[in-house]
């Protein structure tokens, strides 16, 4: 059997080329979607997430605001920014980038995010909307990054048996409430699992799907997949490589050169469901745009 390598970067290229074709529509009634990105403190990684977001935007033609603020910054400030982005008519879609430091309450932070302009879709409202399979309602952005890398490698989820490993809301959970709706690109049969979760390799080896997000370099091996599945891996880890030029490589939750050669299809880390993210936020951030205007 050859397996099948999902390309996520030129899926996502044409995620933003269907981005492109609403952003002309909405130019020519003088409307510009705009994205704000909040980031407090001095993350390398969550710097390098900010700074491809930005640079989308500016290449889709997109207004951008970024707002790089102090390691300090409390939390009164952070949420006075937050309602000043909601009111700025130029403001579409807000997000803040994650994690904060520890002395910020994220909690709040999403609560405080109008939920018409919450394009990572972790706002109260907008995971109830999801929930209850409400059309306008954000959906975060990697799971429905996933969603579109099934769809688009013609991997049909009606009827199928999806397990996810991982039940955090960003990936796991939104994922499972995403593929279990009754509707088109859906209508799967879902297990959300975890650590924790007695006998993992016998509830995994049951997927017709099988997505990881548990956040732990590798932890999928060749037992946890049985022949044929579909393999979806959201991990993203550093691990030290004294071979490699930065001294580390990138891998995801999948030991992938085990795991591969009994896929039917497989997505690879780097190149996989990391180009989506950025893809559905852009794609989110124009909904929003269009939702507005009514």
Do not use: W
């Amino acid at each position: 059997m050859e397996t099948k390598i999902i390309d996520g970067r030129q899926i996502a290229a044409a995620v933003l080329d269907d981005v492109c074709v609403d952003l002309d529509k909405l130019s020519k009634v003088g409307v510009q979607p705009g994205l704000a990105v909040v980031l407090v403190g001095h993350d390398p990684a969550s710097q390098a997430y900010v700074g491809s977001k930005e640079r989308t935007c500016k290449k889709l033609g997109m207004h951008s605001r970024k707002e790089e603020l102090a390691a300090d910054t409390t939390q009164e400030e952070l949420l006075a920014l937050i309602e000043e982005l909601n009111q700025d008519p130029r403001i579409h879609g807000i997000l803040v980038q994650s994690p904060p430091p520890p002395h910020i309450d994220e909690a709040a932070v999403v609560r405080a995010i109008d939920p018409a302009k919450d394009v990572d879709g972790f706002h109260p409202v907008n995971v109830a909307k999801l929930a209850l399979e409400d059309p306008s309602a954000f959906v975060p952005c990697t799971p429905l990054g996933c969603q579109k890398l099934l769809s688009a490698s013609g991997i049909d989820t009606e009827g199928a048996h999806v397990v996810i490993v991982g039940r955090s809301l960003i990936v796991g959970k939104s994922l499972g409430l995403l593929l279990m709706a009754k509707a088109p690109q859906a209508n799967a049969t879902v297990t959300i699992a975890h650590s924790r979760t007695k006998d993992l390799a016998v509830v995994t080896r049951q997927a017709d799907i099988l997505v990881a997000a548990i956040g732990r370099p590798n932890f999928i091996t060749a037992d946890h997949v049985r022949e044929g599945a579909v393999v979806i891996d959201v991990g993203i880890n550093r691990v030290d490589d004294s071979s490699a030029k930065r001294g580390y490589r990138l891998v995801g939750d999948v030991d992938y050169e085990a795991v591969a050669p009994k896929c039917q299809a497989i997505t690879p880390v780097p190149g996989g469901v990391g180009p989506m993210t950025i893809a559905m936020l852009m794609a989110n951030t124009v909904k929003a745009c269009q939702q507005m205007q009514g």
